[in-house]
């Protein structure tokens, strides 16, 4: 029982460890400098979208890579090695070690990112259709609230207006719901 614990700790270990690597803080520190911290910009996280915003390209496609490894490292070498498979419990606990690393980073006082990428790469591995499934939906949302805008502005409702007191913009709150809000705050049940 003891050993079955040691390696569970041991799995877990390896995992935060992978996960807390901060390879946007430190790809900010490779390329601006010591005095560059890359929380300071953008949206204030470590992640590959503010790398892609504040730096480029090419770093935020590295970052991106990193931290999608971050989930899939530990994972695979969970499923992978017989030690840490621990009867299919090995994987789960590698990936949310993992995942816990990137959020709360050992090496970054634990201030990190919000593990997208890192719990795309362990989904991708424990349920690969979960992760297709996942992205269809996701890619579904997306396109619908294009076709959304598309529409609004092609009927010519405005989604900003200016207020008439004030001279402020604003967004309409009968512009922001959808759905069964809209029609019950427009009286209908």
Same mark, same amino acid.
């Given at each position: 029982m003891s050993v079955l614990i040691?390696?569970?700790?041991?799995?877990?270990?390896?995992?935060y460890l992978w996960g807390s690597i901060p390879s946007g803080y430190w790809m900010g520190k490779l390329l601006r400098g010591k005095d *560059?911290? %890359?929380?300071?910009? /953008?949206?204030?996280?470590i992640g590959a979208t503010n790398v892609l915003r504040t730096l480029g390209k090419l770093p935020a496609a590295i970052v991106f890579l990193f931290d999608l490894s971050k989930g899939l490292?530990?994972?695979?070498?969970?499923?992978?090695i017989s030690? *840490?498979? %621990?009867?299919?419990? /090995?994987?789960?606990?590698a990936g949310l070690a993992a995942l816990l690393g990137h959020c709360f980073p050992v090496f970054n006082n634990f201030k990190g990112g919000r593990s997208v990428l890192t719990g795309a790469g362990v989904i991708l591995l424990l349920s690969p259709i979960t992760f297709v499934i996942?992205?269809?939906?996701?890619?579904?949302?997306?396109?619908?609230?294009?076709?959304w805008l598309i529409r609004?502005?092609?009927?010519?409702?405005?989604?900003?207006?200016?207020?008439?007191?004030s001279g402020k913009l604003f967004i309409p709150r009968s512009n922001l719901l959808v759905g069964s809000r809209t029609r019950r705050h427009r009286g209908v049940k």
């Open positions: 040691l390696r569970l700790v041991l799995v877990a270990f390896i995992g *560059f911290d %890359i929380r300071d910009h /953008g949206s204030h996280k490292l530990p994972t695979c070498l969970a499923l992978f030690f *840490f498979y %621990i009867g299919g419990w /090995g994987p789960a606990i996942t992205g269809v939906v996701a890619f579904a949302t997306i396109a619908t609230y294009i076709a609004e502005i092609h009927v010519h409702r405005p989604i900003v207006t200016k207020d008439p007191h």
